[in-house]
């Protein structure tokens, strides 16, 4: 599907926002409606202009993962999963972002993930293997110049991943600001207009655990806002990306209260750019999903008020049920965790079933989530929600992915080009058409 001739636009967007929430089908928007606002319930992002759907295959595979997915978007051409920003013959291509610095403009990516994994770094780097490459990533985004950088991942900059060079150390010796924490963020006035914020080691914490972590992180929200007031100054205008990604790991998990306060913390997001983007009218905002996860959907029989008491994430719950290596977990440890933090009275019988489930599953890809992914299907099971089972979910190789269309939400100069069924290869083109920047999909610019 191929997006046909260039749009005539009367003023191009001197701004481009993306905002990718990570594995956010329609599901996973409708049981985050549901359980934020009920039935007559509206989100921020269902208000926008213009509304279309996006088919998401990859080059070889009908169900694509992060990397092609993101890469897709980014570069507008099909690559395989777990490429990034590489053609089919293994060359680098350049993404929107290139374009968009090439053309003088200032450039930023976020991501509550860390920065260097598949979607942040779509925009920002080419390589191989998402999962081999993660410290050339880190490599590439400092060498790209990117103005502002916001999100996860402080452990892929640091010497022990870099043979013992500081990335760190070298974006402040080439004049960007650095924050660690919220406090550092809210209080940081760039010189130079660079900013590098890195708050957590690997992923930022789940919504629903920041309070048990005592997490001193800044939100999604708080990051885009700063980055656009950075990005912002000066008249060159800007593109940035800014990623919602923990929605995926929340589907993944089947954890749908978690879901429910990823995608609320995403669409508040929406929200406050949306408003920042109308008072004027030069900003196209883009809202969009790289796939969906796990099949989520709001059945009929989904109790949504026992959803609502779970008070913690499957995967802190999954760090309670954590042995000793050769030690066995305790059906009684099981029903304790689930009636705690799940409201979930497991009798012993099905404690036991628990544990086998876990012993017995071997995915394919992120065998470290097991026991998290089986409290996350155990308390979706007992709460009813529509979710693929455990089962396929393992035997996936891209951990639960489905091929299911992603909505995606407009508003700004050249929105109405979305207002239908594209492909996500269209997505770069309908971007720098709005923005009247040069672009050809698979182009090699060597800004990299």
């Not at 207009?193 to 629903?208: S, W």
Request: aromatic share 6%; proline share 3%.
């Amino acid at each position: 599907m191929q997006v046909h001739g260039k749009q005539q636009l009367d003023t191009p967007a001197k701004n481009v926002i993306l905002l990718i929430g990570d594995g956010m089908g329609l599901g996973q928007l409708e049981v985050a409606r549901q359980l934020e606002y009920g039935k007559t319930g509206v989100l921020h992002m269902e208000t926008l202009d213009h509304v279309g759907l996006m088919r998401t295959y990859s080059a070889n595979n009908f169900v694509t993962d992060s990397a092609a997915g993101g890469s897709a978007i980014a570069t507008g051409i099909k690559t395989n999963n777990e490429s990034i920003a590489i053609n089919e013959k293994g060359q680098e291509v350049d993404s929107i972002l290139d374009a968009f610095q090439t053309h003088g403009k200032k450039v930023g990516i976020i991501s509550t993930n860390t920065v260097v994994d598949a979607t942040p770094a779509a925009f920002g780097a080419s390589v191989a293997n998402r999962w081999t490459d993660a410290a050339d990533i880190a490599r590439q985004l400092f060498n790209h110049k990117i103005d502002v950088i916001l999100g996860g991942g402080a452990s892929y900059f640091m010497p022990k991943k870099q043979n013992g060079v500081d990335l760190i150390e070298k974006f402040c010796k080439a004049g960007y600001t650095i924050a660690t924490n919220r406090n550092e963020l809210v209080a940081a006035s760039p010189r130079n207009n660079k900013l590098v914020g890195l708050f957590h080691p690997a992923y930022m914490n789940f919504q629903i655990d920041k309070e048990e972590y005592k997490s001193e992180e800044p939100t999604l929200q708080e990051m885009t806002m700063k980055a656009i007031d950075v990005l912002s100054r000066g008249e060159e205008g800007f593109f940035l990306m800014a990623e919602g990604a923990r929605i995926d790991h929340m589907a993944h998990a089947a954890d749908v209260t978690g879901i429910w306060k990823e995608t609320i913390a995403f669409d508040q997001t929406v929200k406050a750019v949306v408003d920042w983007a109308k008072k004027r009218n030069d900003t196209l905002v883009v809202v969009l999903a790289d796939h969906e996860t796990m099949g989520i959907s709001a059945t009929e029989k989904m109790d949504i008020e026992g959803l609502k008491k779970v008070n913690v994430s499957a995967e802190y719950m999954g760090k309670q049920l954590q042995v000793a290596k050769g030690a066995r977990l305790a059906p009684e440890r099981v029903m304790e965790v689930f009636s705690k933090h799940a409201n979930i009275q497991l009798t012993l019988k099905e404690a036991q079933q628990f544990i086998t489930n876990i012993e017995s599953n071997r995915t394919m890809v992120y065998p470290q989530n097991r026991v998290n992914w089986e409290v996350g299907s155990t308390i979706a099971k007992h709460y009813n929600v529509g979710v693929v089972n455990s089962s396929i979910r393992a035997a996936s190789s891209t951990g639960g992915h489905t091929a299911n269309m992603i909505p995606i939400f407009a508003t700004g100069p050249g929105s109405e080009a979305f207002n239908r069924v594209i492909d996500n290869t269209d997505v770069s083109t309908i971007i720098t058409n709005a923005a009247d920047i040069p672009f050809t999909p698979g182009q090699q610019l060597g800004n990299q």
